[in-house]
């Protein structure tokens, strides 16, 4: 693995979103693309940050909210 480049298992192509975005947008392009994390970039689009769902999980107060199977990506279900 030491010889093997870092493209060769990378995932394509990079979903991202901007850092001024919201939250339910996060989660939303996060379900509709089947990913567990996504790049936050700049309006320079330059990557600043990921968010994953454990972010997402801690930034609901770990309520242990699950992604909605809903149309809208700010809806929020729990499994307790």
Known sequence: LSKVPA???MSYPVISIAAKSSLGECMRLMRENQIRRIVVVNDDEQCVGII??????????GKGFLFSHGDRGEEFRSHN
């Open 52 to 61: 994953s769902q454990v972010d997402l999980y801690k930034a609901s107060n």
């Open 7 to 9: 493209s060769f298992c």
